[in-house]
């Protein structure tokens, strides 16, 4: 299958938000029918997702507040790429799986 006309050529790309965990881009790019359409995207630095487990079987996990949902919200831990991790990763508590 020949997807070549699906492909969006970069003519050019200006980062419009550069902050400490995400860039905010628009692009120009060229579609296969020689037109131009902007594309508005952002890039992820990158983080981890950390599911620790106790020597009992517990998994431990988080609550914190997630300023997008307004909410305090129980999670599995995420790691940005940085060490040692903030204060406000470590309100961690443990809870058991059923069946372990």
């Known amino acids: 299958m020949d997807d ?20 905010v881009y628009s692009d120009t790019v060229e579609l296969c029918n020689k ?14 997702a950390v599911v620790p487990l106790t020597d009992n079987g517990g ?6 507040f997630r300023y997008p949902q307004q909410r305090v919200m129980t999670e599995i ?3 940005a790429y940085t060490y040692p991790p903030p204060p406000y990763f470590r309100s961690v508590y443990t809870c058991t799986l059923p069946g372990a």
């Open 4 to 23: 070549s006309r699906l492909f969006e050529r970069t003519v050019s790309s200006a980062i419009q938000y550069s902050g400490p965990v995400f860039d």
């Open 35 to 48: 037109k131009t359409a902007r594309r508005d995207y952002l890039k992820h630095r990158g983080a981890v």
């Open 59 to 64: 998994v431990i996990i988080e609550r914190q």
């Open 77 to 79: 831990s995420l790691w």
